[in-house]
């Protein structure tokens, strides 16, 4: 899962134009895999998911046929059927052979992605696209074991992609700047809005978003107010639509720990974890998809 939740909470399908991929390869069919998956289908792409095995297939399957329901229900303007007509799964990454973009979408672990990436960019033709939807982790770091990383660059789609309406675009030292045009070019085409960064720890958005998210920890673990005062604060006194524990509970400990470990090597004290994050954690006080966090989701 990457860093952000979206700034709505509400699912919405935007109109898209042309300028999509024709076919586009999905490594990781979790969550942010699913929902970035979900946004190319309804951009008229030819979608290929590459999950580990049968079980993970089958999860991913659901997952997206799940959100194009939801799209249909709300009165997309193509049949479930004509929609799944464009999404497949696979267990190998050869799949992806006549894709010409992937967007790696496996766990926020620099060395998987590192190993996954090579993996992907072996199968692909040289004028392919190969993009991570990284939260945090260097695109430079990442592209140094690439054969092409002028074909590489970052896509960090939020989390739940179908109702985010951002896609931060992250270039690499290498990355060619038609590259950049195009992507921004597809951003566009999913009905979303591109901000383009240069690499450095954190981009624009995890590193800003952390930063407010364990300023608020600090303050519950110094009894400075309860969560849900620190949120109503931000949600009414700086029309944040939803407030920075409410996000990390979203979001997930866990993830927002590992961002603010890997923040906290590059750029210093400022993104010290608080302790609170690291015994909620360590007590299994995930968030939303543990059932509790900040607060109870049951």
Same mark, same amino acid.
Request: zero cysteines; a negative charge.
């Given at each position: ?67 194009? /329901?939801?799209?249909?229900? /709300? ?65 430079? /770091? ?157």
């Amino acid at each position: 899962m990457t860093e952000h939740t979206s700034a709505s909470i509400d699912d919405t399908d935007a109109a898209v134009g042309a300028g999509a991929p024709e076919r586009v390869g999905v490594l990781g069919g979790g969550r942010m895999g699913a929902g970035i998956a979900h946004a190319f289908v309804l951009a008229g792409s030819q979608v290929v998911i590459v999950e580990r095995d049968e079980a993970a297939a089958d999860a991913a399957r659901e997952r997206v046929t799940g959100s194009l /329901r939801r799209s249909v229900e /709300r009165g997309w303007s193509e049949s479930l059927v004509e929609l799944e007509g464009r999404m497949s799964v696979a267990l190998d990454v050869a799949a992806f052979a006549d894709a010409g973009l992937v967007i790696e979408a496996v766990p926020e672990d620099e060395g998987l992605k590192t190993d996954a990436l090579a993996r992907v960019e072996a199968v692909l033709t040289d004028r392919a696209a190969l993009a991570s939807n990284t939260s945090s982790i260097s695109i430079d /770091r990442l592209a140094a074991s690439l054969a092409r990383p002028e074909r590489f660059l970052g896509l960090h789609f939020f989390n739940p992609v179908p109702a985010s309406a951002l896609v931060e675009i992250v270039l690499g030292e290498q990355t060619q700047p038609s590259l950049a045009n195009d992507a921004r070019a597809w951003v566009e085409a999913l009905g979303k809005t591109p901000v383009t960064v240069h690499d450095a720890p954190g981009f624009a958005s995890s590193r800003l978003g952390v930063a407010l998210g364990l300023e608020a920890i600090r303050m519950v673990e110094e009894g400075v107010a309860s969560p849900g005062d620190i949120d109503a604060a931000m949600e009414l006194g700086y029309k944040h639509p939803v407030g920075p524990l409410r996000t990390t509970d979203i979001v997930g400990l866990d993830v927002r720990l590992g961002i603010a470990e890997q923040l906290h090597e590059h750029l210093g004290e400022r993104f010290a974890p608080p302790q609170l994050l690291r015994d909620m954690v360590a007590e299994g006080r995930l968030g939303k998809k543990a059932g509790r966090g900040f607060y109870d989701w049951n």
